[in-house]
């Protein structure tokens, strides 16, 4: 729809909200293709690093503006602000020192004064010692005004997890999995299941793995293909219809999805802390507090919290309680940058298992060192992150290829659209000759596309 009137400049709020990573892709590649200008505000990291040539962060009601894309932005602006540090920190060294000189100048004089008298030869020493202070003291004056400018530094919590887990050679295995729903049994995810022979959905089908402590995988697939559907599995909340998934039957599991249920509603996310992980309300506060629910949210209930909060609170919860394994079903929805940094830095140091479904590709690279693809109810099993799955040609094909034609097909219009406003307005001949070249070309371009 942002296309239908032929823009030069496209502005997207949250664009990738709710897309699968097959979609977020197809976004990026129109997007590049796109000939006029894009501002978008979102907190998918890996999309921003894909699509944007500048990064503008808002901050303290002041906008600053870094070349490149997310991560470029991270890198030039934790340099800068370990140099504003720096310098303001040597700026307090120097007013510190100067401060003390003047005082004890100041000292010195005053006594010397006083022990003078009416004494001609010590008056003047005291009164040319008070000159060298009065000069100290405006030189103070001067270096106070000159303070450095000091941008106080978002906080990027490093949270670590103090438990160790259950110590175990497996967490969870499952042979030959398989499940579809029943009849009368409430589907929620069907889009894009496999068939079998009688026309009710496959969801997954022969699926079979084994995960170990400390193994950290991603769940990947498009929308509606059964990843929420294999958590569930997992977790024991349903029944495979073919095969058999072994839960160790020593280890505690904790489950995104309950553990927001399950929180207190009318008492604090610090006393839900509190209760879930046996620690001090205190303890509590710190911990939360680095999971970036702060000051007074930490004391409100919990149904006053915002989703994001309350999600940050769950998996305070889960990451600091008695768990050994934990299920996380798209953790980092509603969260900005970072809380999501906070939930990767919990995880990261969390001893045991985690199997995580989300479509955060940022997320995967910084996390997960396993990813499980679904697709058509099949499952397999990749020992890397996202991008190095991605690059060395297993390749999610969910974008499938009437969606990048449509893609580019879009561009394509988008673009000969733009250049048609260019030659109306052009303003020589030679301008007007290059713009019809670009548009013939483009024609050309999509006529073979759709041959």
Same mark, same amino acid.
């Given at each position: 729809m ?6 030069e400049v ?8 709710h ?8 976004l990026?590649?129109l997007?590049a ?5 894009v ?6 990291r890996?999309?921003l690093?894909?699509v ?15 070349p ?11 340099a800068?602000?370990?140099?504003l540090?720096r ?6 060294r120097?007013?510190?020192n100067l401060?003390t000189?003047?005082?004890n ?7 010397a ?7 001609d030869?010590?008056r003047?020493?005291?009164k040319?010692?008070?000159r ?30 103090a ?7 497996t967490?969870?295995?499952a042979?030959?999995l ?5 009849? !009368?049994?409430p +589907?929620?995810?069907?889009r894009?299941a496999t068939q079998? $022979? #009688?026309?009710?959905r496959? /969801?997954? *089908?022969? =699926?079979s793995?084994t ?10 697939g498009?929308?509606?293909c ?7 599995l ?15 039957p020593k280890?505690?599991v !904790?489950?995104? +999805?309950?553990?927001l ?5 009318e $008492? #604090?996310?610090?006393?839900n /802390?509190? *209760?879930? =992980?046996?620690?001090s309300?205190?303890?509590a506060?710190d911990?939360?507090?680095m ?5 007074d949210?930490?004391?409100r209930?919990?149904?006053t919290l ?6 940050r609170v ?7 309680g ?12 509603h969260?900005?940058s ?6 990767e830095?919990a995880l990261?140091?969390?001893?045991g ?20 693809r679904?697709?058509k ?8 992150n996202?991008?190095?799955f ?6 999610s094909s ?12 879009l561009?394509l ?7 048609i406003?260019?030659i109306?307005?052009?303003k020589s ?11 013939s ?11």
């Amino acid at each position: 729809m942002a296309f239908k009137e032929d823009p030069e400049v496209l502005i997207l709020d949250e664009p990738t909200n709710h897309l699968d990573i097959a979609g977020v892709e197809w976004l990026e590649k129109l997007l590049a293709s796109f000939p006029g200008a894009v501002l978008v505000i979102s907190h998918d990291r890996y999309f921003l690093d894909k699509v944007c040539t500048d990064t503008w962060e808002l901050r303290n009601g002041r906008l600053m503006v870094y070349p490149g894309g997310y991560s470029s932005y991270r890198r030039i602006a934790e340099a800068n602000e370990a140099t504003l540090l720096r310098e303001h920190a040597k700026w307090s060294r120097d007013v510190r020192n100067l401060e003390t000189e003047v005082r004890n100048r100041r000292a010195w004089y005053e006594k010397a004064h006083k022990d003078a008298g009416k004494n001609d030869f010590y008056r003047r020493k005291s009164k040319k010692h008070a000159r060298q202070f009065q000069a100290k003291d405006r030189r103070l004056s001067k270096l106070i005004q000159a303070e450095p400018e000091l941008t106080i530094p978002e906080t990027r919590p490093s949270v670590r997890v103090a438990h160790e887990g259950y110590r175990t050679s497996t967490v969870l295995r499952a042979e030959e999995l398989a499940f579809r729903y029943e009849a !009368g049994q409430p +589907e929620t995810e069907q889009r894009d299941a496999t068939q079998c $022979e #009688s026309g009710r959905r496959w /969801l997954i *089908k022969d =699926a079979s793995f084994t995960v170990k402590p400390g193994k950290k995988v991603g769940l990947i697939g498009h929308n509606g293909c059964g990843k929420t559907t294999l958590l569930r599995l997992i977790t024991g909340e349903l029944s495979p219809v073919l095969g058999r998934v072994w839960l160790n039957p020593k280890i505690q599991v !904790g489950y995104l +999805e309950q553990m927001l249920s399950n929180l207190a509603p009318e $008492e #604090s996310a610090a006393a839900n /802390l509190t *209760k879930s =992980a046996g620690m001090s309300l205190q303890e509590a506060r710190d911990l939360i507090g680095m999971m970036g629910v702060q000051n007074d949210a930490q004391l409100r209930p919990v149904s006053t919290l915002s989703m994001g909060e309350r999600t940050r609170v769950a998996m305070a919860c889960l990451t600091y309680g008695a768990y050994d394994c934990l299920v996380l079903d798209e953790p980092t929805n509603h969260l900005d940058s970072l809380a999501r940094d906070a939930i990767e830095s919990a995880l990261k140091s969390f001893p045991g298992a985690v199997i995580v479904a989300t479509h955060d590709r940022y997320f995967l690279d910084t996390v997960c060192d396993t990813i499980w693809r679904l697709d058509k109810g099949e499952l397999t099993v990749h020992e890397s992150n996202y991008t190095s799955f991605a690059s060395s040609g297993k390749k999610s094909s969910d974008a499938q290829s009437k969606s990048e034609r449509d893609a580019k097909e879009l561009a394509l219009r988008a673009g000969m659209a733009y250049l048609i406003s260019r030659i109306s307005a052009a303003k020589s001949e030679a301008e007007k000759a290059e713009l019809d070249r670009q548009y013939s070309q483009l024609a050309a371009e999509l006529r073979a596309l759709s041959r």
